[in-house]
């Protein structure tokens, strides 16, 4: 298992209101809502690139996610951590974000719930981008083109990322998942 530390993160009620913050293990062994993001990229030939997170991250390990993302540490808000991690995760600087939106999940993950607000932000780059994944936290990264995307979801679900499927449906149908 990974050994880093981890901030204080942000505690939210039902409604996304902030109440306090606490640690990442206690967050996730009392199934507290809190908040994250994700930050999807997309390239001029309508691409997406995907990250595969590595084996020793808490969550969803092994399994294709955004491009990058994280937790909304404590005095934070959701655009300064969705800037902060495509420039950790990804190497990128100087980025417009483009909101997509906010929704709220609780995901069955082994023999717990996770219970957050993800707020998905979009990034445009050029295919020649260069990009520094972050090897503590990323085995490889990955343009997929809609089509190869879709076929990729059927065959292998269980590679993606629950929230990164819903991200797809919500915000880019075109893709038809």
Known sequence: MN???????VVVDENDREIGSAPLDEVLEKGLYHRIVSVFVRDEHERILLQLRGPHVKIFPNCWDPAAGGHVDMGNSYE?????????????????????????????EGDRI???????????ITHDT????QPEEI????????????REVAAN???FTS???YGLRQYFPSIGL
């Open 3 to 9: 050994n880093r530390t981890y901030p204080p993160i």
């Open 80 to 108: 300064q951590t969705a800037l902060m991690e495509a420039k950790e995760e990804l190497g990128l600087r100087d980025i417009s974000l483009k909101l997509l939106g906010t929704h709220r999940s609780n995901t069955p």
């Open 114 to 124: 996770i219970n957050e607000f993800e707020r998905a932000y979009l990034v445009q």
């Open 130 to 133: 260069p990009l520094k994944p």
């Open 139 to 150: 085995s490889a990264l990955r343009w997929f083109d809609p089509a190869e995307l879709k």
């Open 157 to 159: 679900p269980s590679k």
């Open 163 to 165: 929230g990164l499927l």
